[in-house]
């Protein structure tokens, strides 16, 4: 439509929404999960988490973080196991209506791709390749738009050379929200993906220099730090001038357009308490990569 700046507007009441002159992905699938879980928490007694979901061996693991602390490193980790499967990246639908007939939860995924952020290609050089086959957005398209450049051809990101300097025409990691629309099967394969699993395992994400590397919660800790939902903000997501300052998303769910604190705090506390889904928290502001794996692993066993 000319002249009309992007936006969207949502009416609860009727539960629609309509877009103008968007073609941002990440907006117009968080509104439509969004209203989603609005009818889903309504009519069906479903929690819809914004996390991943990994099946290892039959155990079902859903990671809830923050930007920026490594839930997609971790999920992607998880995955990569031999016994490991990906559920989703970014969003988990738990059915606890279903789930107390069963007497255990059972996680499922609204989507077939996954969400990716594709300066996960910085440490995984192969993902190149899907992404470039993949639908992206946000990708940096020029080096004069990149930040990080060093010297007339080297990247302080990769420690080597631009990729524009390679002859690449663009670069995955040079903008922190830029994201690839991968579908499941692509990444490592039909044999790699499941549509459900059974949830055994709740970790949670935080990143600073003084807390301790691992907590076990129980529901009412886990309610806390979920509800207060801390995080720094990275660069790339929302406004410069926030970048590197302390923001909140309560649950951390920020497309929540129905936020229902009360019913929030009793999906989780149900999960944690009822059906005996182990919770942590892990710092990985003062671990590497493999000692926070290591962590889930345990966790699991």
């Known amino acids: 439509m000319n002249g009309v700046e992007p936006s969207a507007y949502y009416c609860p009441e009727t539960n629609e929404s309509v877009f103008f002159n968007t073609e941002y992905y990440g907006q117009c699938k968080s509104w439509a999960l969004g209203m989603a879980a609005a009818v889903l928490e309504d009519k069906r007694n479903t929690h819809s988490i914004h996390g991943a979901c990994v099946d290892v061996n039959g155990k079902g693991v859903i990671i809830v973080a923050p930007t920026g602390t490594g839930k997609t490193t971790q999920s992607f980790k998880l995955m990569e196991l031999s016994d490991g499967r990906i559920v989703g990246d970014d969003w988990v639908y738990i059915d606890h209506n279903e789930g107390r007939r069963l007497g255990y939860l059972i996680g499922r995924q609204p989507e077939k791709s996954l969400y990716m952020r594709t300066e996960t290609q910085l440490t995984k050089s192969w993902l190149r390749k899907t992404f470039d086959e993949s639908k992206c957005e946000n990708v940096v398209v020029r080096k004069n738009d990149c930040e990080f450049t060093e010297g ?12 524009f300097d390679e002859g690449m025409e663009w670069c995955y990691y040079a903008f922190g929200n830029s994201r690839a629309l991968v579908p499941r099967q692509n990444l490592l394969g039909p044999s790699k993906i499941a549509d459900e699993a059974k949830i055994k395992l709740l970790v949670l994400l935080q990143r600073d220099e003084t807390s301790p590397a691992e907590a076990r919660l129980g529901e009412d800790a ?7 939902g801390e995080y720094m903000i990275r660069p790339g997501a929302g ?3 926030m970048w590197g300052k302390l923001g909140r998303e309560p649950w951390y769910n920020p497309y929540l357009l129905k936020l229902d604190h009360s019913r929030q705090e009793r999906f989780f506390r149900d999960m944690i308490g009822v059906f005996d889904v182990k919770c942590i928290l892990l710092n990985t502001g003062v671990e590497t990569v493999e000692e926070t794996y290591r962590r889930i692993l345990s966790a699991l066993d």
């Open 152 to 163: 007339s051809t080297g990247c302080r990101l990769n420690r080597g050379t631009c990729v």
């Open 222 to 228: 886990a309610v806390e730090v979920l509800k207060k």
């Open 239 to 241: 406004p410069r001038d």
